[in-house]
């Protein structure tokens, strides 16, 4: 059945790629969260998908002091860089959030990322988690963070939850894996996430989205 699925996944969708936006919440010199990124853009690349890289880092994203809906409808005074950039989080049609685990829960540059956009422009729409560590534990705790923050911004995460332990072990420089783990890994969570993300693009335009 799900073979047959995906032999038909071309012709499920009403039109056009799947737009994804990829998020990497590190800014850490030495930050080993760029290779897990370099590695999911590849990924999700081979799948045909529309790739937006948020990178904190290269976009010189601030901190913000107003979300960018605070500036009102119009966005008035709302500086450049969110205004430009909302358009690439409304446009998603799914999201792959890379985290890191600081102190057991999401680094700080992420949720500055995150919160700089309203909720309208996440929701109804899924998210894939794919959370590392140096350490055993692989950054589950700060998806289990990220779990609650996802369903506040209306993009919950798909159940399967991409955790990577020993980041620094698992891929070079480039991004190329180091283990057999870090394919399979990739591919359970975003077999959900294409799922889901095919589903409620579907579903958005057919019926639209509650007001
Ligand atoms: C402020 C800070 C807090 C951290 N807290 C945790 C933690 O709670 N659990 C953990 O497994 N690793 C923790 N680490 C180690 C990170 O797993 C490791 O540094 C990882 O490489 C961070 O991602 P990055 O290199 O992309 O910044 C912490 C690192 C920093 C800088």
Wanted: charged share 25%; aromatic share 10%; hydrophobic share 40%.
């Amino acid at each position: 059945m799900y073979r047959q699925y995906l032999r038909e996944r071309e012709n499920m969708s009403s039109g056009g790629k799947l737009k994804v936006l990829l998020i990497l919440g590190s800014i850490r010199d030495g930050r080993q969260g760029l290779r897990v990124a370099k590695f999911m853009r590849r990924k999700l690349e081979e799948r045909n998908f529309d790739v937006k890289f948020f990178y904190p880092v290269e976009m010189k994203f601030p901190l913000i002091t107003q979300p960018v809906h605070f500036y009102g409808p119009e966005r008035k005074g709302a500086p450049a860089i969110l205004v430009e950039n909302e358009k690439f989080v409304k446009d998603a049609d799914a999201y792959v959030i890379v985290s890191a685990e600081y102190n057991h829960n999401v680094p700080p540059a992420l949720t500055n990322l995150l919160d700089a956009f309203p909720c309208s422009a996440y929701s109804y729409k899924p998210s894939g988690l794919v959370c590392y560590s140096m350490g055993q534990f692989g950054g589950m705790r700060a998806a289990m963070a990220l779990r609650a923050i996802t369903g506040e911004l209306g993009c919950l995460s798909v159940s399967n939850i991409f955790g990577i332990p020993t980041v620094q072990n698992a891929f070079d420089e480039e991004g190329n894996p180091k283990n057999d783990h870090m394919e399979s890994g990739a591919k359970k969570m975003l077999d959900q996430l294409e799922w889901m993300a095919t589903a409620m693009k579907n579903h958005r335009e057919k019926v639209g989205v509650p007001s």
